[in-house]
């Protein structure tokens, strides 16, 4: 199943993708909410709430004609890793962590599919990170590693886009990543039950301008999903509609020689084999 979140007078509404199609959920069964993180809090059977949609007369809308927004506009946390690629921990100039460089962005930073990333007007250093989104679908607490992927509905493309130098102006990276408009989201939600376990074995490559800059396996992470959503609820609990974000893969800008930042202009694409394609271009901001 395949999900995406649009927007319809300005309010975001789920969809259900098929082909080039999304049928509003709402609108075939009024019963479901609207919003995507609200439906699993609510524990909504979207599964076959899809197959009622898909039985019913409601409208068929071209995706290409929708303004979509974040596959989850508002999602609970967001719990990001830095460093869990080992070519990126290497061209980082760092050894594999002893545990994950966890960091949090806010809902404020985030960005639609086709939307405009805004580089700041206080910095040039604007760099690129390719990574795998994965929603939380379940409450959990101290989850067996065994267990943990029991937690994920789904998993969704993301540009984990840094504002470098803010970013390295502090031991912890929190500024650098929620300056707004930097946090790519979408444009789908492919269900867990459509992909390997955890998502791994997928091809996941970033380009700019058409270029390849990154390219490489989700297997390649440090932690995989079930390791990292095990540590996660060692700490806390993951509930409904919180998102993690897994890290990305060696060829960021700032590793380069010399650096590449993305400017005015610029587009740069997220693709995870069996997920789809994230498009952003990127705009100064005035």
Not at 79 to 85: E, Q
Not at 86 to 97: F, L, N, V
Not at 199 to 211: D, P, T, V, Y
Not at 213 to 224: G, H, L, V
């Amino acid at each position: 199943m395949k999900l995406t979140t649009y927007l319809k007078n300005g309010q975001p509404r789920l969809g259900l993708v098929e082909g080039d199609n999304v049928i509003d959920f709402n609108d075939a069964q009024p019963q479901v909410p609207s919003d995507l993180r609200q439906a699993l809090r609510d524990g909504v059977d979207l599964a076959a709430a899809a197959g009622a949609a898909h039985e019913s007369q409601a409208a068929r809308m071209p995706m290409a004609s929708l303004q979509l927004a974040p596959t989850l506009p508002e999602p609970g946390k967001i719990i990001c890793l830095g460093l869990n690629y080992y070519d990126h921990a290497k061209e980082s100039g760092r050894d594999k962590p002893d545990y994950p460089w966890f960091f949090y962005r806010g809902a404020s930073s985030l960005l639609a599919h086709d939307g405009q990333a805004l580089r700041p007007r206080n910095s040039v250093k604007f760099d690129y990170e390719a990574e795998l989104a994965v929603v939380i679908g379940k409450r959990g607490k101290h989850v067996a590693e065994q267990d943990a992927l029991d937690l994920v509905f789904g998993y969704s493309c993301f540009n984990d886009i840094s504002v470098r130098d803010y970013q390295k102006r502090t031991p912890q990276w929190t500024i650098g990543k929620n300056f707004d408009a930097t946090g790519g989201f979408g444009p789908v939600l492919v269900t867990a039950d459509e992909l390997p376990a955890g998502a791994s074995g997928l091809k996941i490559q970033g380009r700019l301008n058409g270029e390849v800059m990154q390219d490489a396996n989700t297997s390649d992470m440090i932690w995989n999903v079930a390791e990292t959503i095990a540590l996660l609820t060692d700490c806390l609990t993951l509930e409904p509609g919180d998102l993690i974000v897994m890290g990305t893969p060696a060829g960021v800008g700032q590793s380069r020689t010399p650096p590449v930042w993305m400017k005015d202009g610029d587009r740069f694409e997220v693709e995870i084999e069996g997920i789809g394609t994230l498009v952003n271009t990127i705009i100064d901001e005035a």
